[in-house]
């Protein structure tokens, strides 16, 4: 049951973190949301890593135990997470210093996907 | 455009949701001691994390190193440098401050070392002593704090602590040395790096003035 | 093994000692001979296994698409090392580490090892891609960003469907305990399919690479197209082994071929244009690992040879720029200098598939295993490339002596070189009838370039927004379709 | 049980934070919902993500939103030019004015951009949310669309005449109440003057400054003007938008406080006279 209901949290969070990134246009939301949704993810694989009335997977701990695996996975995907954000918001904050917007559509704008044409 | 992508999560939630609900339910598990037993360790995620698939572990300090210096480099490039001031002088502030930063730095060093005994481990050890030295960047201001120590000697402290644990590493997946004294240095090691990128990060986040 | 994951942390200690001392291009040279030296003791390969043994160790295998990975990927270093010589800072460790990252994709035999080394080599590509501090690279760069850590959000949900209903993620043990017949399977792998489609930029799912490769330092450029694309690719390669993914990655590569060509054909900037052929013959690729067997083999050729044409394009691209100081193709006609304009033609002449370089060799070796449907969307593809590279044929008249670089050297003669190998060990590439049919495919994109080239289509913007609708889109299209053949087979 | 009531509460914090309009909110919702959902891997047994996520998705993760957002904030003043109030010395804006600002941005933590603009443009700039505050001369009774300061400098309008005849109202907001048809309408104090010099009009309804300065450059001979003044005392004032009632509330207090300790009674004597 409480797998469960922490596997219906981790889907609802990356729902949520996606929706966000879609409609906001200031990218600091867009961030959030991608946090959010990352965060989703990880509790995703401790939720399935969790068993029925299980303990932590230490010795000593009695009974029935939880899978040790993607606990050491979800502890690397954090400290990835944490990086990829800190670069996001420093070059967040270079946008902002030279092109005066955090605006998706403003960026767009100032910096053209394609050269304009002759 | 919104509507299409609004129905393309929505579609994502129902699969994941679909996809979940077969899962169950969830199968058996591998027995873990083997593991523990191996690297000396009585925490069978950090024998996993620093042992098993110390690999993986290696490239992640990579990646936070490497962010680190994505950073310091991107907000080197921004040139105007204004410095954080710090918050309204108050005792009351130094004081919890003062009294807090031995707690915290005490309690880093014991999740650290204390990390393949049980829950614990270099990573968050490194972070909670990072976030205490930006409460007291907070509190002094963050020329107070580092009077004289140019940016680049932290990150070229912060390099060699990487280069540690990769030969350390190298020692374990070549050499293959193992047991408690190599997971109880690599923690620390872990650590420190941690540490000092936190602090790092939070100084450059805190010197760049942006603009909206 | 331990020579392999020897060169690996050599290289990868190198990189980190360069932040420390800074010793410049030096330290490219002295890791390139690192891992050279290694690759030589490992070479015929090594059987996948699990790095110390352990139950949970990750696992690492060298077969021959790892040997050519790592020649390709220490051909391209030295080249990128020696035609940027001048760079200081931290330039040189961070391209040390994005290679020594690569090496160590290129062995990895696991999917979790996967994703953190594939996290590990895009953010050295953001730290490069935005190393000029440009708005506009910084800009590409955070598409990037966004749209690779949605794509790697899916991956992660994958891997623990995955995890789950195999209860490893080894993929020589996958490939045992895979049950056929399993849908959630299917779903599950295809949501790895999406993310590593988004990593590494295949139209619909990952659009933030045409301006992240078009707006990057130049040998920042070459690396990414000539090898950080391919890495989500070999995941893609590494997946097909174990699971039933072919329809997936066909139906994947028709739509990148495609849509590469198509804003390929009507860009005028000179490097986003390389930027969209190099989508464009991902496709080629992916088409390739979708016929499965030899035909693979034929892929994971082209990918190297794409490799070396790509990085001796982009690189010579980046010359035209620096001497002229134009970006725009009508802008640059016959205003190279000699060693430029000769790369440019090496390169085109490589990338339409001309004999007796590098390019044609994958492309018979493609072309000799494939079905005659397939075929014909292989042919279609060189079509649409030549057409669209006739428009640099004006450009190889140069308009003076210039400066000679040496990465050019070094690659031109790795293309003829495999181009060589090629001929000596293929039958089929000395078949007088492949020459012509290459001549004829050439002639034609000629032809339809002359038909084309008067048109002016301007194609809708790649948004970051309408990037990241697409991405949503097509992963559940990706999803929707693995299902569907699993239930039609 | 516990597992439930935590899930719920991480997800209620997760919709609370990303539905909000102002983003410090969201950022500090979003820091909550870490910390909720560090208990939640409590209870599925993960003491080692506990710490994890406790440690950087809460610790790390928030100071960086934070001072991300502290470093990105810039306040922005829609500035009409208005001597000796504040004005352009070189390429850096300089008067009594600016010396409130300067001590303002300090207070607040935020870098003060001024953003020039004619008198027309300053409503719809604190309207559209372009910047938070205006100054320069701003001359106002009351504005529901706006949130006034306390008093900085006071002063009069005043009507001057050099003969009878048409009249010229200077486009203050005060000003122009006092308009009546046939009048005249100028934006800038100088095409107020050079309607007087080219005698398209005798009267003109100013303020006190701009009377000063006009006077100074000599837009009227001195000896043969009537002087009127007219209603009751008004004074130069700084508008806030609506929005911004943090910036409004220090900008009182920083007020209050000067005029406390005599700094802003030597401002107006220094710049004044």
Redesign the interface.
């Known amino acids: 049951m409480e797998a469960q209901g922490a596997l219906a949290l981790a889907i609802g969070l990356v729902g949520l973190g996606l929706w966000t990134v879609l409609v906001r246009r200031n990218l600091v939301w867009k961030l959030l949301g991608l946090n959010v949704a990352g965060g989703g993810a990880i509790l995703f694989l401790v939720a399935l890593a969790h068993r029925e009335k299980a303990g932590p997977a230490l010795e000593g701990v009695p009974g029935p135990h939880v899978d040790p695996l993607p606990q050491a996975l979800v502890l690397t995907a954090i400290v990835i997470h944490f990086a990829v954000l800190a670069l996001a918001l420093v070059y967040v904050i270079f946008l902002s210093e030279r092109r005066h917007t955090q605006d998706v559509r403003k960026l767009e704008e100032t910096c053209p996907t394609r050269w304009p044409e002759s | ?2 509507v ?3 129905l ?6 129902v ?6 609900w ?3 339910p ?2 058996e ?2 027995p ?5 037993a ?1 690297w000396g360790s ?8 620093l ?10 300090v ?10 310091a ?3 080197g ?2 040139g ?1 440098k ?1 410095v ?2 710090p918050l309204p002088e108050t005792p009351l502030l130094h004081l919890a401050v003062a009294l807090l930063l031995g707690p915290i730095g005490v309690f880093g060093l014991y ?1 650290a070392v204390s990390g393949h005994l ?4 270099g ?3 490194g ?2 002593v ?2 205490g030295l ?1 409460l007291l960047a907070l509190a002094r201001g963050t020329r107070g704090l580092t009077p004289g120590w140019a940016g680049g000697a932290w ?2 402290g912060k ?2 602590v ?2 540690a644990i ?2 350390l ?2 020692g ?3 050499l293959g040395a193992r047991g408690e004294p190599v997971l109880v240095g690599l923690n620390v090691l872990i650590a420190l790096e941690v540490a000092l990128g ?1 602090w790092v ?2 100084r ?3 010197h ?5 | 093994m331990p020579y392999a994951v020897a060169g690996i942390l050599t290289y990868l200690v190198l990189g980190v000692v360069g932040f420390v001392v800074r010793p410049g291009w030096l330290l490219g040279l002295l890791a390139v001979a690192a891992g050279a030296a290694t690759l030589a003791l490992w070479a015929p390969g090594f059987p996948p296994g699990l790095l110390l043994g352990e139950t949970w160790g990750v696992a690492v295998g060298g077969d021959r698409v790892a040997l050519v990975f790592w020649a390709l990927a220490l051909v391209l270093h030295l080249a990128v090392v020696l035609h940027e010589r001048h760079r200081t800072g931290p330039f040189h460790p961070l391209l040390t580490l994005l290679v020594g990252t690569s090496l160590a994709c290129a062995v990895s035999q696991d999917i979790f090892n996967f994703y953190v080394v594939l996290e590990l080599v895009s953010l050295i590509s953001f730290i490069l891609v935005s190393y000029e501090s440009e708005p506009k690279a910084v800009w590409a760069s955070l598409k990037y960003l966004v749209l690779a850590t949605a794509g790697m959000t899916f991956y992660l949900l994958g891997l623990g469907i995955v995890y789950v209903r195999t209860g490893t993620l080894g993929l020589a043990l996958m490939a045992e305990r895979v049950t056929q017949g399993d849908p959630v399977l299917v779903a599950g792998v295809g949501l790895l399919v999406a993310g590593l489609a988004a990593k590494s930029g295949l139209f619909v799912l990952g659009l933030w690479l045409p301006s992240a490769h078009g707006y990057a330092p130049t040998g920042v450029s070459a690396i990414l197209s000539g090898l950080v694309v391919k890495l989500g690719v070999l995941g893609l390669a590494r997946l097909a082994e174990v699971f039933p993914i072919e329809g997936l990655v066909l139906a994947l590569g028709v739509v990148t071929g495609l849509g590469g060509l198509v804003y390929a054909l009507w860009e005028w900037d000179i490097k986003l244009f390389l930027a969209h052929h190099t989508v464009s013959q991902l496709g080629y690729v992916l088409v390739g690992l979708g016929l499965g067997g030899e035909a693979a083999w034929g892929a994971v050729l082209y990918a190297a040879a794409h490799g070396l044409f790509k990085g001796l394009l982009f690189l010579s691209a980046g010359q035209a720029i620096y001497e002229v100081g134009e970006r725009d193709l009508d802008r640059l006609r016959g205003k190279l200098s000699l060693p430029c304009a000769l790369a440019l033609a090496v390169g085109t002449w490589a990338i339409v598939g001309l004999p007796p370089l590098g390019g044609f060799v994958a492309k018979a070796v493609l072309a000799d295993h494939s079905t005659a449907g397939w075929l014909a969307v292989l042919v279609v593809l060189s079509l649409g490339t030549a057409a669209s590279f006739a428009r640099l044929l004006p450009h190889f008249r140069s308009a003076g002596r210039g400066t000679r670089s040496r990465g050019f050297l070094l690659l031109e003669l790795a293309l003829l070189t495999m181009g060589v190998w090629g001929l000596v060990t293929f039958p089929g590439a000395r078949d007088v009838g492949e020459w012509l049919k290459s001549l004829i495919v050439v002639a034609a994109g000629y032809g339809l370039h002359r038909l084309v080239h008067r048109q002016r289509v301007q194609l809708p913007a790649l948004t970051l927004d309408r990037s990241f609708v697409l991405l949503l889109l097509g992963t559940l299209a990706l999803v929707a379709v693995g299902l569907a053949s699993w239930v039609l087979l | 049980m516990g597992t439930l009531v935590l899930c719920g509460l991480a997800g209620a914090l997760a919709v609370f934070a990303l539905t909000r309009r102002r983003l410090l909110l969201g950022v500090i919702g979003v820091g909550a919902h870490s910390l909720a959902l560090a208990g939640v891997y409590l209870f599925l047994s993960a003491p080692d993500v506990a710490l994890a996520e406790a440690s950087i998705g809460f610790g790390l993760v928030t100071f960086i939103f934070l001072l991300a957002l502290r470093r990105s904030g810039r306040l922005v003043v829609a500035a009409v030019e208005c001597f000796p109030l504040l004005y352009q010395e070189g390429d850096r804006p300089a008067g009594l004015e600016w010396e409130i600002l300067a001590r303002l941005g300090d207070r607040l933590h935020r870098e003060v951009h001024v953003l020039w603009v004619c008198r027309g443009d300053v409503s719809g700039a604190l309207a559209s949310g372009e910047a938070e505050l205006a100054a320069g001369g701003f001359l106002v009774r009351s504005d529901p669309g706006l949130r006034l300061s306390r008093p900085v400098v006071p002063t009069r309008l005043v009507e001057v005449a050099v003969g009878p005849g048409r009249r010229v109202v200077l486009a203050h907001p005060c000003c122009e109440a006092l308009a009546q048809s046939g009048d005249l309408r100028c934006e800038e104090p100088e095409e107020l003057a050079r309607a007087l010099c080219s005698g398209e009009a005798c009267r003109a309804v100013l303020d006190l400054l701009t009377f000063r300065e006009l006077g100074l450059k000599g837009a009227w001979p001195e000896e043969n003007c009537a002087i009127r003044v007219l209603e009751d005392p008004l004074a130069y004032r700084f508008a806030v938008a609506l929005d911004a009632a943090e910036v409004h509330q220090a900008l009182e207090e920083l007020l209050a406080e000067l005029e406390d300790r005599g700094v802003l009674a030597d401002l107006v004597r220094r710049y004044l006279g």
């Open positions: 455009m919104k299409l992508g609004g393309g999560i929505v579609g994502l939630v699969l994941l949701v679909w996809l979940t077969s899962c169950f969830l199968g598990l591998p873990w001691e083997e593991a523990t191996a009585k925490n069978a995620v950090a024998a996993i994390v042992g098993a698939r110390l690999w993986d572990t290696l490239f992640e990579l990646v936070y190193a490497l962010a680190i210096a994505g950073v480099l991107a907000a490039s921004l105007t204004a954080l001031p999740v049980g829950p614990g481990g990573f968050p050890a972070a909670l990072g976030s930006l990150e070229t390099f060699a990487t280069g990769l030969l590493g190298l374990v997946l070549v936190a990060v939070l450059e986040f805190a760049v003035r942006g603009e909206m």
